[in-house]
């Protein structure tokens, strides 16, 4: 079993739309997660951390639940250029290496 | 923002040849690089962590004679990837951090093809 999951997608959605996308973890005791995005052919890009709280960067939302050992990300008011491949990150201690999930690939159709 | 910078972005050669890839940091001095490979619809897997000064770490079934990284500076790592074959054909991307408390910055990846 691979230590971070996500579901590979695509997802193909209409402008607009408000989408989410899971991440699971095995890892009880991985410290530090975030969202990152890579667009085709290019090095991923930071989108956000995640804390236990949760937290919000305008159409961003992520959550953290550890008891489930699970990641989420919600897009609002989806854009074009939102289209890219969304990745789940962890690290098993803070300042850790980062594990990388498969990433979910979004496609945002006008 | 911090900024890494690789070079080259893309590389096409023939199988048998070596292939340098480098990684600088522009405007922080990082003390730790790493070095990840990426194959098509896959996720990116850690080959090395390198410190400055210091020999490399490598991640479980990276061979450490077929990838041989030099960290000499704190603002530059140079990836060998030693008579590269066509399975070694991937999207290889660097990251550094200043320190352990900082986040890591990518760098814009170098695309290999062994023919």
């Known amino acids: 079993r691979k230590e971070v999951e996500q579901d590979p997608g695509p997802f193909n959605v209409p402008e607009g739309a408000t989408v989410a996308f899971n991440c699971t973890y095995s890892n009880s005791a991985s410290q530090s997660f975030f969202w990152y995005r890579q667009d085709c052919r290019k090095e991923p890009k930071l989108l956000m951390s995640v804390y236990s709280s949760g937290n919000e960067d305008g159409r961003f939302t992520a959550q953290l639940n550890r008891a489930s050992q699970y990641i989420s990300l919600l897009i609002r008011d989806s854009k074009l250029s939102d289209s890219a491949t969304y990745l789940c990150v962890v690290t098993r201690s803070q300042g850790g290496k980062l594990i990388f999930g498969q990433g979910t690939e979004l496609s945002v159709k006008p | 923002g911090a900024v890494v910078s690789q070079h080259p972005s893309r590389v096409i050669c023939k199988s048998g040849t070596s292939v340098k890839i480098e990684c600088r940091s522009l405007?922080?001095?990082?003390?730790?690089m790493f070095w990840y490979r990426q194959f098509p619809k896959q996720s990116l897997m850690l080959m090395a962590t390198s410190n400055e000064g210091s020999k490399a770490t490598y991640e479980q079934g990276v061979e450490k004679d077929k990838f041989l990284i030099n960290h000499a500076s704190l603002t530059l790592s140079t990836l060998t990837v030693t008579s590269a074959h066509p399975e070694d054909s991937s999207f290889y991307i660097c990251?550094?951090?200043?320190?352990?408390?900082?986040?890591?910055?990518f760098g814009d990846g170098t695309r290999l093809s062994i023919l």
């Open positions: 990251s550094a951090r200043a320190d352990s408390n900082q986040p890591q910055h």
């Open positions: 405007d922080f001095q990082a003390t730790t």
